[in-house]
């Protein structure tokens, strides 16, 4: 990927001064910040092993943890178009708009998140045997709670996008870290 875009972004060299240690400085925060959030999407299932140390309630528990995760699919794309309207709105000091794109985002996840986990929620043992089979209906009250967790999960996600899209990385490492 570097070298196809060393190739196609050529004709931009040289056109103003790259800082390098900024870069460098901004990629480090970037990197604690992927990291503490990848431990909190993933603390919960290395503490089930660690803790219980029986591979068949792990893998309920992973059963419940797939769909649980549906939500952070949607909040994905989401936020990579959300960090772009707010970066660009930020950028020509457009903080109205900034601020509505913030307002419209979390008003329409939150339309969608909250009946989509009281609907998983409801659910759940229907969807556990629909998707794995009755032999997994031990992960139906799993996934009852772990929905919630990652609907909030998925929020907060969403809002660790608008805070890195106006570059307050420091707020969002510790944010995060606590979460942990």
Not at 17 to 46: E, P, Q, R, W
Not at 76 to 85: E, H
Not at 89 to 118: G, M
Request: with cysteine.
């Amino acid at each position: 990927c570097l070298l196809i875009s060393q190739y196609y972004c050529k004709p931009l060299m040289g056109r103003d001064t790259f800082d390098k240690k900024g870069l460098i400085s901004y990629s480090s925060k970037v990197l604690a910040f992927t990291f503490a959030t990848l431990l909190i999407m993933n603390i919960d299932l290395i503490s089930i092993k660690i803790i219980l140390k029986d591979a068949l309630a792990t893998g309920f528990y992973t059963a419940a943890l797939n769909l649980a995760r549906i939500p952070t699919l949607i909040a994905l794309p989401l936020s990579i178009v959300l960090f772009q309207l707010i970066t660009k709105s930020v950028s020509d000091n457009d903080t109205e708009r900034a601020i509505d794109y913030i307002n419209n985002t979390l008003r329409y996840l939150l339309l969608f998140l909250v009946p989509f986990a009281i609907i998983i929620n409801a659910t759940s043992h229907d969807l556990i045997i629909f998707i794995y089979g009755s032999v997994y209906s031990a992960a139906t009250s799993g996934l009852s709670i772990l929905v919630f967790g990652m609907t909030f999960i998925t929020i907060s996600i969403v809002m660790n996008t608008i805070i890195l899209a106006v570059c307050k990385l420091s707020w969002i490492i510790l944010f995060n870290f606590l979460l942990v």
